[in-house]
């Protein structure tokens, strides 16, 4: 008897049903963060849409999603709208909303026919540990930070609390998902909001916390991602300031062959 | 005989005509780049049009600026929509078009309370030269750039070619505009797009190229910005990989008193 090869709960948890200009989705409860759904998921649910959506052509090249309020537990629906279409690049705006009320998370994409070119990496990238040499970082109590496998290389958190804060902001790890997936661009816009909140990192402790803001940039093709062929990234992440309950964030992500595939930004709030 | 203080080129460049959610606004030959306005001009009126609007509340946040098409000398329509409303938030979304026709440019914004926070600055001030001691850069050919002042203390572009490409795409200067105007939010937007290419920097020639997105991070208040009382920002900015056609732009805009005011990135395509 065959039985059907299990999806994986990313895959499960990121699932569109294809509408005209108007997509459903669904919270999963695998994702779930304190106060809504893992914000790195819904991104990750948006580009789905629009990977997967009949006109999109090209790329992804860039995604900006704006937290609005919290998504509640269950069905969301998803305005899907080509704004702009040229030869070789797209304009893309979703809207999610839930029951006909307000719209909750507000996002904008960019897509592109990545044409080969003159081509320079000029970071470096960070040194780093084998990834089977570093226990799992396992002291994770919400829903979404289980799904992943975390080890970290420096600024593992330590929410202990320091007579010395602020204590640095930066960390460097590796990412994967806790059940190997091979590593897309889906994956990689969850990803980038998979680091732990700056401000824990700087004064070790947990505050309320939330993104409000992620940007994410991708700098390889579709094709040339497939090619590396990986299940988990170097991500680095820093902040630089933390004011007026705001703190920006900064991230990077890395194939393990070497090549910058991702970068990232956000802002986020705290109450601190 | 009283005489009306004449306006500042850039307050002028930027003018909108408030509408209910239409709002108008004009290209200025002033701050032409190649192919249409200077995409910095751009931001700065759309972030003008909210921060007039009658339903905003709070400060700038961040703001993500998508150039989806040029836009022809003239007039152009700004449709402007606050999309949610929170306590102590907003998210807004701009649309601008010509004509009635396609949209060419969406953006979309969050403002904030900025309440007072524990607050901490991990990032460093590099290190600087005196404005006065540093010649202006002149060798521009192109409206907008003439209505800065460039003051280049690393990386001022050489486009003479070189062997020894790539060279790096780093860059550190003071921006000011060239009839000085006191920094604000308008100004910090524009100026995160006033750094030249990074690709003409990293291979010493000028190549086809145009901004695809721009996001920027504003990190004081609007109060606390105007208390900094500057006409200019020291500006850093650099580039971590051009790959496939894009390139993508990391900058910081520092206040001479040390605060890291406004944090940009964006991705630019080339042709190279």
């Not at 839930?98 to 990545?114: P, S, Y």
């Not at 593992?156 to 990412?175: M, R, Y």
Request: hydrophobic share 40%; net charge neutral; glycine share 6%.
């Amino acid at each position: 008897m065959l039985t059907k090869p299990q999806q994986h709960l990313f895959d499960d948890a990121t699932r569109v049903v294809a509408g005209d200009s108007r997509w459903q989705g669904r919270t999963s409860p695998d994702y779930f963060a304190f106060v809504g759904p893992f914000g790195g998921c819904t991104a990750a649910t948006i580009l789905r849409a629009l990977i997967e959506h009949p006109q999109r052509a090209g790329d992804p090249l860039a995604l900006t999603v704006n937290y609005c309020a919290p998504i509640a537990e269950g069905e969301f629906d998803l305005d899907v709208r080509l704004v702009k279409a040229n030869r070789s690049s797209q304009h893309w705006s979703v809207e999610l909303s839930q029951g006909g009320g307000d719209v909750v998370t507000l996002a904008t994409a960019v897509f592109a026919e990545r044409r080969p070119s003159w081509s320079h990496q000029s970071a470096k990238m960070p040194e780093t540990k084998p990834f089977e040499t570093i226990p799992p970082y396992t002291k994770v109590a919400v829903p979404w930070a289980k799904q992943y496998d975390f080890r970290f290389i420096e600024g593992e958190p330590n929410f202990a609390g320091s007579k010395q804060v602020p204590t640095s902001a930066h960390s460097k790890l590796w990412i994967g998902d806790r059940a190997p997936r091979k590593i897309d661009m889906l994956s990689l816009v969850s990803m980038s909001d998979a680091f732990f909140a700056r401000v824990f990192h700087a004064r070790r402790e947990l505050v309320p916390f939330g993104t409000v803001t992620l940007t994410t940039y991708f700098h390889l093709s579709s094709e040339d991602l497939a090619t590396e062929d990986i299940t988990r990234v170097l991500a680095c992440a820093d902040a630089k300031v933390f004011n007026r309950s705001y703190q920006d964030q900064t991230g990077e992500l890395w194939s393990p062959s070497g090549k910058l595939i991702a970068t990232t930004t956000q802002m986020g709030y705290f109450r601190a």
